[in-house]
């Protein structure tokens, strides 16, 4: 699937924004050695086995960054049923999701995605705060469920 300049700079913004950019090796909240964008450090990369305090340049930064983006979108195109029929905006805040969540928990919001498929934006919203996610993210839950709702 194809997207508009405009719509990925705006989930590159966005996401950047909520999960921050960090130049060096750090261990996330559950201790995963991560680095850029919110990437998770995977045995093949480069950086494996480097240890927190290890730098990257930012073109590396946005090189794991673009494969991140394509990644998550790709996973949202060929996981959820309904995608291709969202509005943008819905598709923006489930692909924010969706990187902050990865595909596997974000299925598991069953009811938001019942309410999602009926265009129920309210209802969906309502399901999305209703969640460990929200508790744990919260600033970032409410801003997006937030949005949700006012589609």
Known sequence: MEYSNEFMVRLKDEVSADEGVVLEVYLDHLG???VGVGHLILESDPEYGEGTGFKITQ????????QDIRNVLNDCEGHLSEWSTYPEEVKLIVANMA????????????????ALNEG???EASKQGL??????????????LMDRLRSI
Not at 59 to 66: A, G, Q, S
Not at 130 to 143: E, F, I, L, M
């Open 32 to 34: 995963y050695p991560t």
């Open 59 to 66: 073109t590396r930064c946005d090189e794991l960054f673009y």
């Open 99 to 114: 990187f902050n969540l990865g595909i596997t928990r974000l299925k598991k919001f069953k009811m938001m995605f019942s």
């Open 120 to 122: 129920d934006w309210v």
């Open 130 to 143: 209703d969640s460990k996610w929200a508790k744990q993210v919260y600033n970032r839950a409410h801003r």
